[in-house]
């Protein structure tokens, strides 16, 4: 079965650096988001995009944040000057159609703020 | 704001029985409710969605249903088996390009 790929698994940085985090979604879908968890906490929504634009983002992803599609296989997530808050597991995930059903996740990247 | 609330607690059952878990929430109806399964260091993965003009959504072992009057969907898990321990997290879609996940509940089930 396809999936969504994420790399790195793990990230850890210094607070003030800029970490990018990447995911290949699955090949014939135009939807792309990412979500984070902090520990013990619940998943939340950073932000969608599609057709090349951001579509929709959250009070989180603030001016700190970016999002990119490179090219046509790659979706990547800036921070350019990370927080010790920023620590979190961060999915990538995509879905085919429009509207959020059925999302397919990555298995994360979990980002370490030192 | 729209609110979902799962149980906290975890819930324990023995292999072969039932699980049930609540998903409640708060305002408005959303046009359709998801369910996901999330294994610890995973991400989610998705298992069923009910639409809001749907009662009630079957796959295989797995039954959902949705009752707008009552603001709440159960998920059960018939015969159930060790596999199946995992956390379950209730997601509502906004009308907008976001999910809305609950906290999800933890189910152990044990031999």
């Known amino acids: 079965e396809p999936e969504v790929t994420q790399t790195p698994s793990h990230q850890v940085t210094q607070m003030g650096q800029e970490v990018i985090l990447r995911c290949v979604p699955i090949s014939n879908h135009l939807y792309f988001y990412w979500y984070r968890q902090i520990l013990g906490q619940k998943v939340e929504f950073l932000v969608s995009f599609y057709n090349n634009e951001i579509s929709e983002k959250s009070e989180i992803f603030d001016d700190q944040f970016s999002v990119e599609r490179p090219d046509g296989s790659n979706f990547t997530l800036k921070i350019r000057s990370t927080k010790l808050e920023d620590s979190a597991m961060y999915f990538c995930?995509?879905?085919?159609?429009?509207?959020?059903?059925?999302?397919?996740f990555g298995s994360g990247t979990q980002l370490s703020v030192l | 704001s729209q609110k979902i609330e799962q149980n906290s607690e975890a819930l324990n059952i023995q292999e072969g029985k039932t699980a049930t878990l609540t998903c409640n929430y708060t305002?408005?109806?959303?046009?359709?409710l998801q369910w996901y399964r999330q294994d610890p260091g995973r991400g989610p993965v998705f298992l069923l969605l009910?639409?809001?003009?749907?009662k009630e959504k079957r796959k295989e072992r797995l039954k959902v249903t949705f009752d707008t009057t009552l603001k709440q969907s159960l998920f059960h898990i018939t015969a159930s088996q060790p596999a199946d321990s995992a956390t379950y997290l209730c997601?509502?879609?906004?009308?907008?390009?976001?999910?809305?996940f609950g906290t999800g509940t933890r189910l152990q089930v044990f031999p």
């Open positions: 997601a509502l879609d906004m009308d907008t390009d976001k999910l809305i």
């Open positions: 305002n408005y109806s959303p046009a359709y």
């Open positions: 995930a995509s879905s085919e159609r429009q509207g959020n059903e059925k999302l397919f």
């Open positions: 009910i639409r809001e003009n749907e």
